[in-house]
């Protein structure tokens, strides 16, 4: 167990609909990144807050967007949801360079 | 832009044979390396992590791994595989200067290795 949270655990959408995911960080940690895990594929790297300001991006468009919150948690809102946006979404907490994983949330668009 | 690379898909092993699983990144300046893994219905733990100095670390569970600069590589091992070690095994690089002083960076995955151990 490493104190990160996820919720919901699984999710079913339709495509076109909007998504928030919620991130509750390990105690004491002021750094969330966000991932994108498809079937099959190792994490790719949505975006990043430090201090509840977004302080890096991968390569997702801006339908991704996110919220980092005073207590640290997060939340990771995905608009015009697309089939392709079906994956294990991610979040890790940090202090430092170690990252430590939540357990995920399983996204179904339909 | 960074990638990292693993060398197999799937390995397929039995009770206490050797494990090597092969991890190459392309990033030429300073990283940061680490192997993750997800056992079956659990989340990605850290495994062992490569910041400094001594090349060969030691993480949990007896696995080990060796960062050798001149080829890019950080090369997770194991002498003797056990069923419980039945996992996905993920190598991740990490820049610790990009994008900015107050950022820790991204990690940057491979695509995974599926091992699966044989009792």
């Known amino acids: 167990e490493t104190g990160v949270t996820q919720s919901p655990t699984h999710l079913i959408k339709t495509r076109g609909q909007q998504v928030t995911l919620r991130c509750s960080s390990q105690?004491?940690?002021?750094?969330v990144s966000w991932y994108q895990q498809a079937l099959g594929q190792g994490p790719q790297f949505i975006f990043q807050y430090y201090r509840e300001e977004e302080n890096g991006r991968g390569n997702f468009p801006p339908r991704f967007s996110g919220l980092q919150f005073p207590n640290y948690s997060s939340e990771l809102n995905v608009n015009a949801l697309e089939l392709d946006d079906s994956a294990l979404y991610l979040c890790?907490?940090?202090?430092?360079?170690?990252?430590?994983f939540g357990p995920g949330t399983r996204l179904t668009v339909t | 832009a960074q990638s990292v690379s693993q060398h197999n898909h799937h390995v397929i092993l039995s009770e206490a044979a050797s494990l090597e699983l092969g991890c190459n990144y392309s990033?030429?300046?300073?990283?940061?390396l680490f192997w993750y893994v997800q056992y079956p219905g659990q989340h990605l733990q850290l495994l062992l992590k490569y910041f400094s100095g001594d090349p060969l670390v030691k993480g949990i569970k007896g696995f080990e791994a060796e960062f050798i600069k001149s080829k890019f590589s950080f090369n997770l091992r194991k002498p003797s595989v056990q069923w419980s070690d039945t996992a996905e095994y993920f190598c991740?690089?990490?820049?610790?200067?990009?994008?900015?002083?107050?950022?820790?960076?991204?990690?940057?995955f491979g695509q995974g290795t599926i091992l699966t151990v044989h009792p």
């Open positions: 105690s004491g940690h002021n750094t």
């Open positions: 890790a907490s940090s202090l430092g360079y170690e990252q430590y």
């Open positions: 991740a690089v990490n820049n610790p200067f990009w994008a900015g002083g107050t950022s820790y960076g991204k990690l940057t």
């Open positions: 990033y030429g300046g300073t990283v940061n």
